[in-house]
C-alpha cells in the first residue's frame, strides 16, 4: 500500500472506529474524542486526496465486504480531489463541534454519526464500482438524515424538513440506480473500468445520462430539485450543515463529471447546454431567493443553490465545448469550475459556521432579530466578513478567481462555438454578471444587517463571543478562504491537469494545462492574465493611503462630540434601522414578477375616527414559486389520491380477503388464458 | 409398490382430500367441519405415506406420519377446544350461500386444472398429475376465508390452504427436507395457537366472532 492508501485507510479507519467509541464513551468526554478522531480522519483524508491528485493513485478491491459485488475503491484524480475538500471540510467542521457539542448536541447518536457521515462522504468519490458508489451515497444519505433531525424535539420544522430531504434524496437516489444498474447492465459489469469501455447506443447512452443527472443535480440542489436544500440545511445543527452545504452538495457535481465526461466520455452538445440552463437557472434563482431572505442560515442555503449553479455552468460550458472540439477551452471552463467547488466549499464551511455562532450566541437566525453582534461578537464578525466578502466574488476574495476564469472561459468561446454557442455564451455571461452583483447585495446585507448597527432585540444584546474551538474551527476555514484567494496556483496546478485530463477528446498524454502561473495566472492560448495577490496588494495599498488621508485631514480638526440629527423626532431607537426585510425590499420590487411575494396588510382604526389608526399589521413571505407550482400540485394529487383510495378500505377483513382473492384468480385465469 | 397399486392408492388420497375441502363448504355445522378438516388431514398423511412407499423412502413415511398426525390429530383438538368454549354451533350466514359456494368451487377447480398444465407437462407422472387436486384445495381455502364469518371457519379456511401447499409440495418435488416441514408444521401450529387466543379474546370483547364486527376497529 502506498501513502495515498495508508493515509485513505487510515481516515476509514478513523471514522468508523470514532463511531461506535462515541457511543461508548460517556457524556463528557464524548465530543472532544470524536471530534479529534474525525479531525484526524479529515486531516488524513485531506492529504490523502492531495497525494493522490498530484499522481500517486491507489487502487484496492475487498471482495468479502459486500455481498456478489465486493466492494472496489480507486483514487484517481477526480475522485481524490472531491476527497481532499471533503476532508478539509471535515476538519473545519469537527474542530468547531467539539465546542458547538455542548449546546444540547452531546447525545449518541448525534455523535456517533458525523463520523460516519464523512467517511461515506470520503467513500463516495473513491468507489470505483457501481454497488460501492451506490452503497456509499445510501450511507451518505442516510446519516445526513439523521444528523438533520438531530434538533426535532426542539423546533417542529426540522420534521417537516427531514421529511422533505428523506423524499427527495431518496427519489434522487432511485434515479441514479436506475441509471447506473441500466448502464451496467448494457456494459455487461460494473465496474468502472468495464463501464468506460463499453459502447452503447446513443439512445441508451442519453437515457443513462439523463436519469443520473437527475439525481446527482438533486443532491447539489439545483433547480427544479432544490426544494429541500433550504429547508434541510438550515434546520441541521449548524457543523453539519457545513458538511452538508460545503461537501455533500460536491457529491452531486463529482456525479455528473464521473458519469458525463469519465464513464460516458462527454456526449452530444445538447446534455451540456442541458446541465448549462439548469446551471443557469439555479444560479439565478438560488441568489434571487437568498436576496430577500431574513432567515440567515436559509439565505446561506440558497447561495448554495447559487454557486452549484454557476459550477455547473462551467462544467456544461466545458462539455458543450469539449463536444464542438475545443478542448483547450473546455479545460479552462472545467478548471474554473473544479476551482469554484474548492472556493464555494472553504467559504461556505466558513460562513454556516459562522451563522452556527451567531445562533448559539443569540438563539436566533432572523437577520431582522439581530444586529450589533460587531462589538459583542469582534472574532465571528470578523470570519463571517471574510466569508462573505468571499461568497460575494468580489476581490481580493477567492470566489471572484475562479468567477474570473469561468468567464474567461465564456467570453473566448464566442467565435469558435457555432450558433447555439454564439446564444448561450453572451447569456450565461450575463448570468453570471447578475448573479455576481445579487450575491453583493445578498452579503452586503447579512453582514451588514446581522453584524453592524445596533442590536435590535435582547437576544442580540446578550450576544457573547463563542468559545475558542468554535473560532478555530472557523479561523481554519477562512485561513483556506485566504490562501485561495491570494495564492491559488497551491491549487490551480493540480486542478487544470484533471481538468485537462478529463475533458473528452483530449487525448494520452492530455495537453497543455488551460491555466499557469505562479503569482500571475495565465491562460494557455488565449490572452488574460490575473494576479490576485498584485490586486489584493494594491487594494491595501488604495485602502490603507485613503485611511491615512483621512485620519491626516480629520485630526486636523478638533473633534467635537454632538447629537445625530433625528429630525426632532427624539433618541433613535433600533426600531429605526434598516432591516433585512426592507434592505432587500427595493430588489423585491424589481423582481416581482419572478417571485411574487406576498404580503398582507391589516390596519384597526380606533372606534372613534375612521382616520386614526389603532394598530398596523404587516406580513410578507416569498414562497418559493417553482415549489408552488411543480410541487405543490403533485402533493395535491397524492393527497387527494390517498383520501380517494380509504374508500376501498372499509374496515371489513372480508373485503380485504377479497381483494386478495380476486387478485390471486384474475392473475390464475389470465395466466391459463395465455399460455 | 407396483404402479397398479400405487396409482389407485394415490388417486383415492387425491380424491379424499379434495372431496373433504369441498365438503367444508358444504356443511354449516362448525363442529362437523372440524371433523371434515381432520379428515382431510389424515387424508393427506395417507398420501405422503403412500408417496414414501412407492419411492421406499422411510424419511417421507415418517413425515407423512408427522403430518397426519398434526393435521388430524392435535389441530382438530385444539379448534374443537375453542368450539366447546365458544358455544356458537354454526356458520349463520356466510356471505355466499351454500349452492353458489359449490358452483363455485366447481370453477376454481377448472381455473386450477388449466393453469397447473404447464407444470404437469415438465414431469408428466402420477404424481404431479395430481397437482391440479391440491391447487383447488388451495383456492377453496382462500374461497372459505373470503366468504365464511365465524372465527373458526376462518382457522379452517387457511388451514386448507396450508394443507394445499403442503401437498403440492410433496407431489411436485420427491420429498421436502425435514428441517423444511418441520418448520412449517410449528409455523402452523404457532399460528392455531394465535388464532384460538385472538378467537377467544374476540368473543370476550364482542360476544361473538362474526369477523365483520371487527369493522368498528377501523381508523
Known sequence: MNLTGTLFVAALGLCLAAAPAAVLTPRRARPLLAGAATTAAGLAGAAAGVTALSGQGWSARLDGVLPLAGVRLDLDPLGAMFVAVTGAVAVCAAVYGVAYARHGLDGRVAQATPPLFVASMLLVPAAASVSTLLVAWELMALTSLLLVLAEHRRRAAVGEAALWYAVMTHLGFAAILAGLAGFAALAGGETFEQLRAAGLPPGARDAVFLATLAGFASKAGIVPLHVWLARAHPEAPSQVSALMSAAMVNMGVYGILRVGLDLLHGGPAWWWLLVLGAGALSALFGILQAAVASDLKRLLGHSTTENMGLVLIGVGAAGFLASGGDSMLAALALAAALLHVVNHSAFKTLLFLAAGSVLHATGTRDLDALGGLRARMPCTTALFAVGALAASALPPGNGFVSEWLLLQSLIHALPTSGVAGAVTMPLAVGVIALSAGLAIATFVKAFGVGFLARPRTPGAERASESPPAMIGGMALAAASCVILALAPATVLPGLSRLAASLVPGSGHPPGPVPVSGEVTLRLTGYEGTISPLLIAVALAIAVIGLLGAVRLFASRRARRAARLWDCGAGPMSPRMEYTATSFAEPLQRVFDDVLEPESDLDVTPTKESAYLVESVRFRARIPDRIERRLYDPVLAAAGALGRAATGLANGSVHRYLAYGFYALTAVLVALAVIW | ?219
Open chain 2, 1 to 219: 409398490m407396483t404402479d397398479s397399486v400405487y396409482v389407485p392408492l394415490l388417486d383415492l388420497a387425491c380424491g379424499a382430500f379434495l372431496l373433504t375441502g369441498v365438503l367444508v363448504l358444504w356443511r354449516r355445522d362448525l363442529a362437523a367441519i372440524v371433523r371434515l378438516f381432520a379428515v382431510q388431514g389424515a387424508d393427506l398423511g395417507a398420501l405422503v405415506i403412500v408417496l414414501g412407499l412407492h419411492k421406499g423412502s422411510a424419511e417421507l413415511m415418517i413425515a407423512g406420519v408427522a403430518v397426519g398426525g398434526l393435521r388430524a390429530g392435535l389441530l382438530p383438538c385444539l379448534m374443537r377446544r375453542a368450539l366447546m368454549a365458544g358455544g356458537e354451533g354454526r356458520e349463520t350466514k356466510p356471505l355466499v350461500n351454500v349452492a353458489g359456494s359449490l358452483l363455485v368451487a366447481a370453477v376454481l377447480a377448472m381455473v386450477a386444472y388449466a393453469v397447473s398444465q404447464p407444470l404437469v407437462r415438465l414431469t408428466p407422472t402420477p404424481a404431479t398429475q395430481a397437482v391440479p387436486v391440491a391447487l383447488t384445495v388451495l383456492l377453496v381455502g382462500f374461497f372459505v376465508l373470503v366468504t365464511r364469518r365465524r372465527a373458526l371457519s376462518q382457522v379452517v379456511g387457511f388451514l386448507l390452504m396450508d394443507n394445499a401447499i403442503t401437498a403440492t409440495a410433496f407431489l411436485t418435488t420427491s420429498g421436502v427436507p425435514m428441517v423444511v416441514e418441520l418448520g412449517v408444521s410449528l409455523d402452523i401450529l404457532l399460528a392455531v395457537l394465535v388464532l384460538q387466543v385472538l378467537t377467544t379474546r374476540m368473543r370476550a370483547a364482542f360476544g361473538g366472532t362474526d369477523l365483520d364486527e371487527l369493522r368498528e376497529l377501523r381508523d
